[in-house]
């Protein structure tokens, strides 16, 4: 499962800047951020670690914040160091699909997979249907709210079980 940080993980976008219940508030320098005036605000809930370790997906990362989301955000919400997709710069997207969208697909490489980010378009879901031969569930998150109850729910009953059977155990 692909896993963005801001908006599913950080509800940076939370109507009048206000820390949502239940979310801690972390001000970290990522990558391109050391020599900001100030540092970013993160809203982090600690519980998302555990929850996401729950759902029968290998995590990988698919985040701006790539490699530091293993340093800056896993530790704070209690997931371990999980792999990274590497993403071409947000400039580089072409055919109004989101900057992510065809790095995740040749990342699963035929694969089944989920895919959880606050930009995913219908014009994403219409080209992962037409380019990738397997499932694949783009589940968007408003990045006004972050992952919610609700959320977990719908991405556990997804892949169907004969899919996660074949899913690899750690790729
Ligand atoms: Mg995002």
Redesign the pocket.
């Known amino acids: 499962m692909f896993l963005?940080?801001?908006?599913p993980l950080n509800p940076f976008r939370a109507p009048g800047e206000r820390r949502p219940d239940g979310y801690t508030t972390h001000r970290l320098r990522p990558r391109g951020w050391e020599d900001a005036p100030k540092p970013l605000r993160v809203w982090l809930r600690p519980d998302h670690g555990e929850y996401l370790l729950a759902l029968p997906y290998t995590l990988v990362w698919a985040t701006t914040w790539e490699y530091d989301a293993n340093t800056m955000i896993g530790p704070v919400i209690g997931l371990p160091e999980l792999p990274v997709v590497e993403l071409p710069h947000w400039s580089d997207a072409t055919d109004g699909l989101c900057f992510k969208t065809a790095t995740l697909v040749e990342y699963a490489d035929g694969r089944p997979f989920a895919w959880v980010?606050?930009?995913i378009t219908d014009r994403d879901v219409d080209w992962v249907h037409r380019r990738h031969p397997s499932s694949a569930l783009l589940h968007r998150v408003d990045?006004r709210i972050g992952l919610l109850d609700a959320d977990f729910r719908s991405l556990e009953e997804w892949p169907p079980a004969r899919l996660a059977a074949a899913l690899p155990e750690d790729d």
């Open positions: 963005d940080v801001d908006g980010d606050d930009m990045p």
